[in-house]
């Protein structure tokens, strides 16, 4: 038996909270957990079950991670959106965003795979959009 039942929230530490705000919720849709103005020092968006603090970070943001993940520091990857048609999810996101793959897959021999494609956030976060086909 576990104490964990799921994941609440991330805090994600940035350099622009501004920039970020119009990408996560002008950009990707996601919606505002509490009202938020240009210029308040922390945000929240809502996205499915889980809720992530946007909050003021020191210093300079640390080079973007590599599409590799083999060549990658210990961390936090990326962070990936489920979507019910990559396809529609990506014309509705091109231009929008700094792709940095084409599309891909990933299957695994349980049958369950997904299609992906990666981009970055305004300050180099990387994160996907996925299509899961989960058995």
Not at 34 to 61: L, M, N, R
Request: hydrophobic share 35%.
């Amino acid at each position: 038996m576990t104490l964990l039942k799921r994941l609440d929230n991330i805090d994600v530490l940035c350099a622009d909270l501004d920039r970020m705000a119009c990408f996560y919720h002008g950009v990707l849709g996601q919606p505002f957990l509490f009202p938020y103005t240009p210029g308040d020092d922390w945000f929240a968006i809502q996205s499915g079950d889980v809720t992530i603090y946007f909050f003021p970070g020191k210093g300079e943001h640390p080079d973007p991670l590599s599409l590799d993940s083999d060549e990658n520091p210990p961390g936090i990857e990326c962070y990936a959106w489920a979507v019910d048609d990559l396809d529609v999810a990506i014309r509705e996101l091109d231009g929008k965003v700094e792709w940095i793959s084409d599309v891909g897959d990933w299957h695994h021999e349980s049958g369950t795979w997904y299609r992906f494609r990666f981009f970055r956030d305004p300050e180099g976060n990387k994160m996907s959009i996925t299509e899961p086909h989960k058995i």
